[in-house]
């Protein structure tokens, strides 16, 4: 069975562009999250999605990000415009529920804004 | 709000044991996590605690103490391979978000 897919797995980006990242949970989970991890630092939560419900959104930017799950399977999430600090690796993982034990992550999307 | 602490970096040599501690301080507590992550990789699963005492899974094994709020892990039989970044994570509560810490970067020398 496939794990959480996600891409591009690379993206540079002058500042002040947009860029999309997109993931594909593992068949089933119905929790799905977007994660930022900055260089050196573990994961910090963006977004949780229950289905396509955002049910956990207080750490995301809004003024720049947006995120989307429609369906309650693919999500996106879309910086626009991206700033210089935006530079991390954003990180998609998924679980059976939120009250799971155990989170699948994919391989992440490292992101560069020049 | 949430805070936990863990060792920035660590050296082991091949064949050693090597403990890493994780200190917690959150606002309730329903499990913590350790996660393994290779550089450039994604973080992969060890163990999930709940209660305390000492769970053991091939040679990692993973403890914790609420009461103190402390847990470690335990990596026995070193191997290169296992040079990575440890993190953990906790769960406050309930549904609540799960709060990374900032990870323990392990080298595993000859």
């Known amino acids: 069975e496939a794990g959480v897919v996600q891409s591009p797995r690379y993206k540079i980006i002058e500042k002040k562009q947009p860029v999309a990242f997109w993931c594909n949970p593992i068949s089933g989970h119905n929790t799905l999250y977007w994660y930022r991890q900055n260089l050196g630092q573990g994961p910090e939560l963006l977004i949780r999605y229950e289905n396509e419900e955002a049910v956990d959104d207080s750490q995301l930017p809004k003024d720049r990000f947006s995120a989307e799950r429609l369906k309650g399977v693919d999500s996106t999430l879309k910086i626009q415009p991206a700033e210089l600090g935006d530079s991390a690796v954003y990180l998609c993982?998924?679980?059976?529920?939120?009250?799971?034990?155990?989170?699948?992550f994919g391989q992440g999307t490292r992101l560069t804004v020049v | 709000g949430q805070n936990i602490d863990q060792p920035t970096e660590m050296t082991a040599t091949e064949g050693a044991i090597v403990q890493i501690n994780c200190t917690y301080q959150?606002?309730?507590?329903?499990?913590l996590f350790w996660y393994q992550q290779h550089a450039g990789e994604a973080p992969t699963f060890l163990s999930y605690n709940v209660l305390d005492g000492l769970e053991e899974k091939g040679r990692f094994s993973s403890f914790l103490s609420r009461s103190k709020g402390y847990s470690y892990l335990l990596l026995k039989e070193l191997q290169m391979k296992d040079s990575a970044s440890y993190l953990c994570a906790v769960r406050p509560g309930g549904y609540q978000k799960v709060t990374f810490g900032t990870g323990t970067k392990l080298q595993v020398i000859p």
């Open positions: 993982a998924s679980s059976l529920g939120a009250g799971s034990t155990e989170a699948f």
């Open positions: 959150t606002s309730g507590f329903n499990g």
